[in-house]
């Protein structure tokens, strides 16, 4: 889905600016020459680049390639419990087909969640199923000292939230788990749970980072204890309005810079996730601008590309790139 942008004034910077240049900054600051520590690595869905994605299998080797968290994505079956699996219909991965709600529980253990999973033209997993795990199958496998990010899909929130709560309540995981969702249902519904630690919505990481990349000034800048996640580079639509239409310009923006990150930074321990981490020059630029952590999709590959960097890390001085 393309992110919209609406400025008739900045359109024209936008266009230049977020397809690589540097934008004019917005504060004086252009980050350190050097950094002493790297961002930590979080396993998307499991591993999704390793292994199949949201399975014990991608877990099992998350941990193995010494990743720091694990994010997974959570949806609900049709007898109520919680699973983990992504897309809106089983057969973009599996043997089936039909929504994860049409399903009980002990019928999706049964599937193939890496019947769609291949390496170059090999499907290794057809001959070795691997069934859709439960949230409490997960959190078991998981050791209870690395934190785990549920990121919810599906809606409605609130019967997924309440069985969602009801596990980490059995399984005393609260202390350790974390709430994203693009969807803000989950925000309100999550909220009834005075334990759950929740980052904030999709739209308002979003419009902060815009409200920065325009400069329109960090005229609200996330609260302490915030937990923050959005994209390093985003495909946006630039629209500009025009008396008698509109013009439309795709572009690549770098969501995470120098001037945004100060932004979310002006409040203390704000936590800062970028997503889609997936290259050592990207890995660089987020250690440079002083990133928490960042998604990635391969965690053996990023465990190589941390291995690699000679520390303390030498920054360059346009966008945090490392040198």
């Known amino acids: ?118 390496r170059g033209d090999a499907y290794l997993y057809r001959d070795h199923p691997l069934g859709i795990p439960t949230l409490r199958e997960a959190l078991r496998a998981i050791p209870p000292a690395m934190p785990v990010i549920l990121d919810m899909k599906a809606l409605p929130a609130a019967p997924q939230a309440r069985a969602v709560a009801r596990v980490l309540d059995e399984e005393h995981a609260w202390s350790r788990v974390s709430i994203y969702s693009t969807e803000a249902d989950y925000q309100q519904s999550f909220a009834a749970y005075p334990q759950a630690r929740l980052f904030e919505s999709r739209d308002a990481t979003r419009g902060r980072l815009v409200r920065v990349l325009l400069n329109q000034g960090c005229v609200d800048a996330p609260p302490e204890h915030s937990m923050t996640a959005f994209e390093l580079h985003r495909a946006l639509t630039v629209v500009e309005k025009f008396t008698l239409g509109e013009g439309r310009s795709d572009v690549q923006a770098t969501m995470w810079t120098p001037a945004t990150v100060a932004c979310f930074r002006q409040k203390p321990d704000v936590r800062i996730v970028a997503i889609a981490v997936n290259d050592a020059d990207d890995y660089r630029r987020a250690a440079c601008l002083g990133i928490d952590a960042v998604l990635v999709d391969s965690p053996l590959k990023m465990a190589g590309v941390k291995s690699a960097i000679t520390m303390p890390l030498q920054c360059g001085r346009v966008g945090g790139v490392g040198r």
């Open 1 to 118: 889905m393309w992110g919209r942008l609406r400025s008739a004034v900045c359109v024209s910077l936008l266009g230049a600016a977020l397809a690589g240049c540097a934008l004019p900054p917005v504060t004086s600051g252009e980050g350190p020459s050097s950094v002493a520590s790297l961002p930590q690595i979080i396993a998307h869905r499991g591993g999704t680049g390793d292994a199949p994605e949201n399975t014990l299998e991608a877990i099992r080797q998350s941990i193995d390639h010494h990743a720091d968290s694990i994010w997974l994505t959570v949806q609900i079956s049709q007898d109520g419990v919680p699973v983990l699996y992504r897309p809106a219909d089983l057969s973009s991965l599996t043997d089936a087909k039909g929504p994860v709600s049409g399903r009980t529980a002990a019928e999706l253990a049964g599937l193939n969640a890496g019947w769609s999973f291949r």
